[in-house]
């Protein structure tokens, strides 16, 4: 082989890698088609125990199975979707004494990447690490998770396996406090706990090109 072509050989190497890598990376869009998509909350106080969730869930996260640290993405909530069971305790939360929901339309979670990783087939559990917005106030938080890839399951998922495409499953717990986010520090505490407990269980779809 002349030298030319071989001292090539690594640069051609390094151009198939860096394809390969941007072919495995897929963008899941978490707007979900069939509605189903929600994040649920709890706050556990002493009086009144309350329990809600949000089913207006969006945003697009980017995940390589072969490189799951890299992953990158927001998951949006709309702030109006927030309901409880009882009507005037949601006029409530979502006033601008609490959550303000007129003035901060979304929370986010921005992700940044994935530390602590690690996979066993399609499964990948981690800590992932961003930024929580809640009510305008931005924290750095650490959320465990975890996230599977199903292989061309989005056709099926949809009643429309000729369609291909793959789904990105995220589950994960965490809690925050809403002393934290500017939502009346240290009152009403006996009715409506500081802690808020989290709980995601949300799909992400990416049809075939």
Do not use: C
């Not at 072919?23 to 978490?30: M, Q």
């Amino acid at each position: 082989m002349p030298y030319d072509s071989f001292m090539k050989l690594p640069f051609i190497s390094l151009l198939l890698a860096s394809a390969s890598f941007a072919v495995g990376a897929t963008t899941f869009d978490f707007k979900d088609p069939k509605g189903v998509n929600a994040i649920s909350f709890h706050l556990d106080s002493l009086l009144e125990p309350i329990s809600g969730n949000a089913a207006g869930i969006s945003g697009h996260v980017t995940y390589d199975p072969a490189n799951p640290a890299a992953t990158k993405g927001v998951i949006e909530v709309a702030t109006a979707s927030l309901t409880v069971p009882n009507d005037t305790m949601r006029e409530h939360l979502l006033s601008p004494g609490w959550i303000d929901a007129g003035n901060h339309p979304t929370i986010t979670f921005a992700i940044t990447g994935l530390d602590a990783v690690a996979t066993d087939g399609n499964t990948t559990t981690a800590q992932a690490h961003g930024h929580f917005t809640l009510k305008g106030v931005t924290k750095d938080i650490l959320v465990p998770v975890t996230l599977t890839h199903l292989a061309g399951a989005y056709g099926q998922r949809i009643n429309k396996p000729e369609l291909g495409g793959d789904l990105l499953v995220v589950r994960g717990k965490f809690s925050v406090s809403r002393a934290d986010y500017g939502i009346k520090p240290g009152q009403n505490e006996d009715k409506v706990a500081d802690e808020v407990e989290l709980s995601i269980a949300i799909v992400g779809g990416a049809p075939a090109a």
